[in-house]
Structures are given as C-alpha cells and as structure tokens.
C-alpha cells in the first residue's frame, strides 16, 4: 500500500470510501474546500492498482486561538484493508503535517460514543485523550467523544521524529 499525500483528482475516490464506510457524508465542495486550503494535510491510502482505500481528510481551525489547531474532519479505510496499520499511517502522515507546516499545537478529532474500534486506535494506540463528550453531535442524536492529541515544548519535536520514524 502507498501512503500520499491526496491531490484533487483523489477527491472523488475519497468521497466514494467515505461513502461506503461512513453515516457522517460530505459533500465534493467540502472535500475540495479541505484541498484547495489545506492541501498538505489530507492523505490517501492507495492498493497497487491505484484504488483510493482510506484516506484522511484534515484542516487546521479557523477560529482565531492562541495555539494552532489541527482538526480530522474524516477518516476512513474499506473494510477488506482494516487492520493493516493504514490508519495509523494516515493519521501519522496529517500530524507530521500539521506540525511541520502549522506548527500545530494539538489536533482534535470528533468519534461516535459507539464506535470502540475507533476509540482504541485514536486513545490506545495514537495517544490521544478525550476531552469532552458533546451530546447528540451526530445528525441521529448520538453523542461524540471530542477527542485531542497535544504537542507540547520538546514532545513536538520527540512526536515529529517518531511520526517519521514508525
């Protein structure tokens, strides 16, 4: 599998895996939006035949705080690719990006309550930490978990190098 960084033509196989796989749907504009703004932050996972399978689709906040924060708008891998690492990977590439290039200070992410696989991957194995829990975020009422990573002082740079390293 090939982990890049997504460009406009991705978008509508994006799209397409977020439709298979997710309840929360996007519509093209909002995924052009991400890459015309945003463009060194959102990835692809692509199988040899050049098949978008997961992907990431990241930003930074726009509203004015006094530390730079990234946020994952989606996230996503079709089911035949899941537990290959894939969205480790994806989610690794966004921050490295997010720092590099924005000097994120933490990243924040939306999960269902109910979504345990998810949970595990973003707490367990990604280290981040829930912070709050938003009632009926999603459209059919479900809670979410917000969930953040932070980059703090020299664990920035310790996070980057292992980014870059795993």
Not at 136 to 154: K, L, N, P
């Amino acid at each position: 599998m090939d982990i890049r960084q997504a460009t406009i033509d991705d978008l509508l196989g994006m799209q397409n895996a977020n439709l298979l796989n997710l309840p929360e749907n996007y519509t093209f504009k909002y995924y052009l939006y991400h890459a015309l703004t945003w463009p060194e932050l959102s990835y692809v996972a692509v199988d040899p035949r050049g098949r978008i399978v997961g992907y990431i689709l990241a930003k930074m906040e726009e509203e004015p705080s006094e530390e730079p924060c990234g946020h994952v708008t989606s996230i996503s891998v079709l089911r035949p690719y899941r537990r290959l690492g894939l969205a480790n990977k994806l989610m690794k590439q966004s921050q490295e990006a997010m720092v590099a290039h924005y000097n994120a200070h933490h990243i924040t992410l939306h999960v269902r309550k109910s979504n345990r696989a998810a949970i595990s991957l973003y707490r367990d194995t990604l280290g981040f930490e829930v912070h709050a829990m938003e009632k009926s975020y999603y459209a059919d009422g479900e809670d979410a978990y917000g969930m953040r990573y932070i980059f703090t002082g020299s664990k920035a740079i310790n996070d980057v190098e292992r980014i870059k390293t795993s």
